[in-house]
């Protein structure tokens, strides 16, 4: 596989042998990675995930998750559980190109005896290998990455493998971080080089991850992660959103926005009924950030958008729905890769089933976070209002955290897959019976360029390649 080194890439090289300004310069050369710093692979690495991880949210978890819809739609389309065959091609392919860097740049790392940049590889790992596991199911991932080792059909590993595996890495490099030693190359995108920072990402996913399987009983999951919450010394989390996973995006190339085209991210597309419903019924102030509003030849009429896999013809809508407000991915703008506000969420859920006290403050704490990753000032009468008052129940905890996974990767779907939360509207337009995905079918030239790790694959689901196997973490009917 090729390793190219983009303008970040490029970037780097010159901090450190100031010999060069040729940003255009594509290394082809598999040897020469060696000869590079871990430093110079990691931010082309955290912009291509982000990036990546962005748009598929827009193509994917939108659609799936109600947030929005292609308008107009008469028939078919993801939101009403229309899944092809190709559509799981993108993620595969990035992710497996993106994790030969995280490779390289972890053998990098270890050449050089820096246990901080060892310790990012590790997360990088976890957290692109969480992605893919959770997208498909079992994956390739010992033999995965190893085409210069002469391994060309990489075997398929079990989820709970990848599991046990990524979340041994994450208290791996938990524990290589050393805060007394500074990052000694120029400065990520996302952290600026702040190692305290990056351990808390490597904590926080730890958390997220541990939660995610923690419906399996054997996993122990809830005072696994009731033990990193008691002992926040050994384990630092996100206690703030200016700690967050946020990457800005600074508009400055290389770090510019996937949307080349801003007017493209609402072209011919809804925000759906589902979504904008609850912010009005919450009187939300995160609406105009998200969204347009409605409209009735051209006198505006609040926040309206269609309901999701919409039955009939389109001319039953006699407005003009809310979109996108395309301020979000216009330079500069913000990618959320794990934020406090999901940390919060997460303890409100072990507070809420007994592990934890003060369910009600984290519950509280995640939706004032998730307020501020908008840079928004929460109502003070916000909790006033019935709807939001904590109620003690998970439902209440999951459609909060809902809106504060907007955007974020493909974690909304993964999170209902977890819970079946938040409860989604169906109509008679759905396909599949109007049921939720489980998973994307494997990229549709796996079974030529890979038939012998395919077969393991659809082996270990059971037989059959298909959208309505549950991952071996999702045990929700």
Not at 71 to 80: E, K, M, V
Request: proline content about 5%; hydrophobic content about 40%; overall charge negative.
């Amino acid at each position: 596989m090729k390793k190219i080194i983009s303008l970040f890439g490029m970037a780097a090289i010159i901090l450190i042998t100031g010999c060069t300004n040729n940003f255009d310069e594509v290394n082809e050369d598999p040897n020469r990675i060696a000869e590079i710093s871990p430093a110079t692979l990691l931010n082309p690495i955290i912009y291509g995930l982000a990036s990546h991880n962005a748009g598929r949210s827009d193509a994917i978890t939108f659609n799936l998750m109600q947030v929005s819809l292609p308008f107009p739609s008469i028939s078919g389309g993801l939101h009403r559980y229309d899944v092809s065959l190709g559509i799981g091609n993108s993620s595969w392919d990035n992710y497996y190109r993106w994790l030969q860097n995280v490779k390289e740049m972890r053998l990098a790392a270890e050449a050089r005896e820096d246990k901080n940049y060892t310790a990012i590889a590790l997360t990088l790992n976890a957290w692109v290998y969480s992605n893919l596991t959770d997208l498909y199911g079992p994956i390739p991932m010992e033999e995965a990455v190893s085409a210069e080792e002469g391994i060309l059909n990489p075997k398929f590993d079990s989820q709970e493998m990848v599991y046990q595996t990524i979340l041994e890495d994450l208290k791996k490099a938990n524990e290589l971080y050393n805060l007394d030693e500074a990052m000694v190359y120029e400065p990520d995108i996302l952290f600026g080089n702040d190692v305290a920072r990056w351990q808390k990402f490597t904590n926080s996913l730890r958390m997220r991850l541990l939660l995610r399987i923690s419906n399996r009983a054997e996993t122990d999951a809830y005072n696994r992660l009731k033990n990193i919450v008691d002992n926040p010394s050994l384990n630092p989390v996100f206690e703030s959103t200016e700690e967050s996973a946020i990457l800005q995006v600074t508009g400055e190339t290389p770090n510019v926005s996937p949307w080349s085209r801003p007017q493209d991210f609402r072209l011919s597309t809804k925000l759906a009924s589902f979504f904008i419903d609850n912010l009005n019924a919450w009187e939300d102030p995160r609406r105009p950030y998200i969204a347009t509003e409605a409209d009735i030849e051209g006198e505006d009429i609040g926040y309206k958008g269609i309901p999701s896999a919409y039955a009939g013809n389109d001319s039953q809508f006699e407005y003009n729905a809310s979109t996108f407000n395309i301020e979000q991915v216009e330079n500069p703008m913000k990618i959320y890769l794990l934020t406090y506000s999901e940390v919060a969420f997460i303890k409100a859920e072990l507070a809420q089933k007994g592990y934890l006290q003060n369910a009600e403050m984290h519950y509280q704490n995640g939706i004032k976070a998730a307020m501020d990753q908008w840079e928004i000032e929460l109502p003070a009468t916000y909790f006033d209002n019935p709807l939001v008052a904590y109620n003690g129940s998970l439902e209440q905890i999951m459609l909060q955290k809902y809106y504060a996974l907007y955007f974020v990767d493909y974690q909304q779907w993964f999170e209902y897959r977890r819970t079946g939360l938040p409860e989604l509207p169906t109509t008679e337009a759905m396909f599949n019976n109007a049921k939720m995905p489980s998973r994307l079918y494997y990229p549709s030239d796996l079974a030529i360029g890979n038939p012998s790790g395919y077969e393991q694959g659809v082996e270990m689901l059971g037989g059959q390649d298909d959208i309505n196997t549950k991952v071996w973490w999702d045990t929700v009917d």
